[in-house]
């Protein structure tokens, strides 16, 4: 089929809006670790709902030797999302007015991630969800469940 100039500066035109609205779509976010369960998203605070990390400042002990399980938690955080965007499933507010959320990064839960990791506890006193998730990292003794430590809502209780 023979294109004339008119039919040819359509379909330019269609393809250059398609590729331009497909090319806007990804956008960059802006993101804050701030601790193993709690972010800064496009400058919204977002506390993970259903999970409790340790605190930046709290350690556990392993062979003796203290370890900073807060500032890991965070770490393994920063390094599970990388350079990819986070999708949140928001739930309401908590009485700091942040936003509770279940976060994903590539369809995965970063609140189950933290707690197979053995770096987060599942909440109990707020949410089931992630009981599982805890069940698996301490019967196979990972992250802070092959240390002594104290459950963070004791540690901020007790400092």
């Given amino acids: 089929m023979f294109l004339n100039k008119r039919k040819v500066i359509f379909l330019t035109s269609i393809f250059s809006l398609v590729f331009f609205l497909n090319f806007s779509y990804v ?19 977002i506390r993970f709902i259903g999970i409790d990390t340790p605190e930046l400042k709290q350690t556990c002990i392993k062979d003796g030797v203290k370890k900073p399980c807060g500032a890991t938690a965070k770490k393994i955080l920063i390094n599970k999302i990388g350079n990819n965007n986070i999708e949140c499933i928001r739930e309401g507010k908590d009485q700091y007015k942040r936003t509770l959320a279940e976060c994903f990064v590539n369809n995965e839960s970063l609140s189950s991630y933290l707690v197979k990791s053995g770096y987060a506890f599942a ?37």
């Avoid at 993101?31 to 709690?38: I, Q």
Wanted: aromatic share 14%.
């Fill in 123 to 159: 909440y109990r006193k707020y949410s089931k969800k992630f009981i599982k998730d805890e069940d698996h990292a301490r019967t196979k003794k990972i992250g802070m469940w092959s240390m002594k430590f104290e459950y963070p809502w004791d540690y901020r209780r007790n400092n």
């Fill in 27 to 45: 956008k960059s976010q802006e993101l804050k670790v701030v601790d193993g369960d709690t972010i800064h998203l496009d400058g919204e605070k």
